[in-house]
């Protein structure tokens, strides 16, 4: 499978909301759907990594696939509202570093 940049995926998603999926939704409700994706995963996690057990209905749940769902809402999110994702996501990722860059090494919790 080719690999896409960030830049890609969202040019993807707003050719296939423009295309096949009429508008897209606001972003009140992209928020809300969000939130429920994460939710999705949340509940994967906690059956497949914590304590709690599959349930029937959530057997055929796919981690990988409720990951996509997050990050295409999210895409979503960040088209509605003019975010770059490529340039936040390399401007979050200097922030963390120059932030971070011993906070961790020096956190007696990590060792």
Do not use: P
């Amino acid at each position: 499978m080719k690999s896409i940049t960030l830049e890609e995926a969202q040019q993807m998603v707003d050719r296939w909301i423009t295309t096949t999926g009429v508008r897209y939704f606001s972003e009140l409700t992209n928020m809300a759907i969000l939130t429920e994706e994460v939710g999705e995963v949340a509940r994967i996690m906690a059956r497949r990594y914590g304590e709690q057990s599959f349930k029937t209905s959530d057997q055929d749940k796919e981690l990988a696939d409720e990951m996509a769902d997050v990050l295409w809402v999210l895409i979503c999110l960040a088209n509605q509202t003019g975010v770059n994702l490529t340039e936040a996501f390399q401007k979050n990722m200097e922030k963390k570093t120059q932030r971070d860059s011993q906070r961790h090494r020096e956190n007696k919790k990590l060792r």
